[in-house]
């Protein structure tokens, strides 16, 4: 976990309080320094098919994009509406049956209106991603040119 | 199995589908998805519209169902990379999807999806997609 700061209880509440994440059971693991971090439990409705039992590819989508919204709010130091640009994702594989899936989100590079955000997701082990992904967002509320607090 | 089975049997298979609430019509051999909209699909409350990824996973299902229609069984389609573009929010309403295969080859398809909500000359997100067909 990373040491408190004052934008971890926007982040955090980023994980519950938007309909969509919390229908999905999203919670923060960490937050700061323009890198947030979020899992996703594994839930039988929310597999692809009862076969494989693996989270379905929508599910690891939604929290890839949720976490890159995240390390936004812990770069900006505020939580302030963002819009998705683009999102680009590779899946590597399949997540493992009955597993979870876990995000780590980097907010890299920040301008007076767009944040560009890289992300991993993993099953059991950081090491092993199941998806990589890229995204650019863009920013309201923007703060002035050369005043906001990118990484 | 007729088309229409085909395509209900695509959906019925999967849990995830049903947390969505999609569902697919068929003409002729075009599917056209449809995504009800229901208050846990939402992002941001304020506008309010729905979140990316559900938009998202919206666009690559209708890809793995046109794919799954126009191809064999043993060729399941698999999603190998999505790049999807967010043009407009989608709002509190039903979206529509339709799927273009650009290309079909003897591994991987090439496959583009609009989505749409009251017209289609304004659709709200789009996605580029490869997908693996039958063993990798």
């Known amino acids: ?151 | 199995m007729t088309r229409e089975e085909q395509l209900q049997a695509f959906l019925a298979r999967s849990p995830y589908l049903r947390f969505l609430g999609m569902t697919a019509e068929l003409a002729g051999d075009e599917v056209t998805g449809v995504l009800p909209f229901s208050p846990h699909l939402i992002g941001n409350t304020l506008l309010p519209s729905l979140h990316g990824g559900v938009l998202g996973a919206f666009l690559e299902t209708t890809a793995l169902a046109q794919l799954a229609l126009t191809q064999p069984a043993d060729r399941r389609p698999r999603t190998l990379d999505i790049t999807i573009e967010y043009l407009r929010p989608g709002r509190a309403m039903t979206t529509f999807a339709r799927a273009d295969l650009r290309k079909v080859g003897r591994r991987v398809a090439n496959v583009q999806v609009e989505a749409w909500q009251e017209s289609r000359s304004q659709p709200v997100a789009a996605l580029r997609g490869h997908f693996m067909l039958g063993e990798d």
Do not use: K
Request: aromatic content about 4%.
């Open chain 1, 1 to 151: 976990m990373s040491e408190p700061s004052p934008n971890l209880e926007a982040a955090a509440a980023m994980a519950t309080t938007v309909p969509q994440a919390a229908a999905l059971g999203f919670s923060m693991v960490s937050a700061g320094d323009a890198r947030g971090v979020m899992h996703v439990a594994w839930r039988e409705d929310l597999t692809a098919d009862a076969e494989s039992g693996s989270l379905a590819s929508g599910v690891v989508t939604s929290i890839i994009d949720h976490c890159c919204g995240m390390a936004i709010t812990a770069a900006r130091n505020q939580r302030l509406p963002t819009a998705t640009l683009d999102l680009r994702i590779d899946f590597l594989r399949p997540a493992a049956p009955r597993s979870g899936v876990s995000v780590e989100a980097h907010c890299y590079a920040m301008t007076g209106s767009v944040a560009f955000v890289r992300a991993h997701a993993w099953d059991t082990d950081p090491a092993d991603p199941i998806a990589t992904a890229q995204a650019a967002f863009m920013l309201s509320g923007a703060p002035a040119p050369g005043t906001g607090a990118a990484g």
